[in-house]
């Protein structure tokens, strides 16, 4: 049991090439997310999603695109990268909420994007 | 903004128990107490969490104060292995996507 993967583990790229990032669970979880973690920051959501299909926006979206075509996929897209997005990149997922009940999220490892 | 406030760092000799505090004096009645660690390099990992009564389970107690403003972590029986910075989140599901905001946290240090 995988749990969630995160591709690649590493990648610089230079200002202004686009790149996308893959976070796959076998956790059949309804919900992922897409956060970035700064030097000496806690971690800042960029996109979720909430079912196969659909997508919305977090605290820091600005750059970024999401797809989630397939339940146990949510990509990230950087169109045209900048120097302010270089980050660790960490993907969550989790069981879907019903009313109050609280449910974990479940993190990869991170991918450790530099741009130039 | 986090809602918590944990000590910036706190040292735990090997084998004793470590305890980390956390204050959360604006929680609402449906908002839950989280507790993440991240150890360096790694990505966050789920300790425990509760909403009013004690928790335990393998790998730490939580214990929340009866009026629920603070909480405290307990690991019993620390080893080197849980040298980490340790995150205390407050989240309220009620008809939200749960996103967790992490604050600075409280970076543990276990000493042989």
């Known amino acids: 049991n995988a749990g969630v993967t995160q591709t690649p583990k590493f990648r610089v790229l230079k200002t202004g090439q686009s790149m996308t990032l893959l976070c796959a669970q076998d956790m059949n979880h309804e919900y992922m997310y897409w956060y970035r973690q700064d030097p000496g920051m806690g971690l800042r959501l960029i996109h979720y999603?909430?079912?196969?299909?659909?997508?919305a926006k977090g605290e820091v979206p600005d750059g970024y695109n999401v797809s989630r075509l397939k339940k146990q996929n949510f990509l990230l897209g950087l169109e045209s990268a900048a120097p302010s997005q270089t980050s660790v990149y960490f993907c969550?997922?989790?069981?879907?909420?019903?009313?109050?009940?609280?449910?974990?999220?479940?993190f990869g490892d991170g991918t450790r994007l530099s741009i130039l | 903004d986090a809602k918590t406030t944990q000590p910036p760092s706190m040292d735990c000799a090997e084998g004793r128990a470590a305890n980390l505090p956390c204050n959360h004096s604006?929680?609402?009645?449906?908002?839950?107490v989280y507790w993440y660690r991240q150890i360096h390099s790694q990505g966050p990992q789920y300790i425990i969490h509760g909403l009013k009564n004690n928790e335990t389970n393998e790998m730490a107690s939580l214990i929340i104060t009866e009026d629920r403003k603070s909480s405290t972590l307990i690991l019993p029986h620390a080893t080197l292995k849980d040298t980490a910075v340790y995150y205390c989140i407050v989240l309220n599901y009620g008809g939200s996507q749960g996103n967790l905001i992490f604050g600075k946290g409280t970076k543990l240090s276990v000493k042989p």
């Open positions: 969550a997922s989790s069981r879907s909420i019903t009313g109050t009940i609280g449910q974990p999220q479940h």
């Open positions: 999603s909430v079912g196969e299909g659909t997508t």
């Open positions: 604006t929680i609402s009645g449906n908002e839950y």
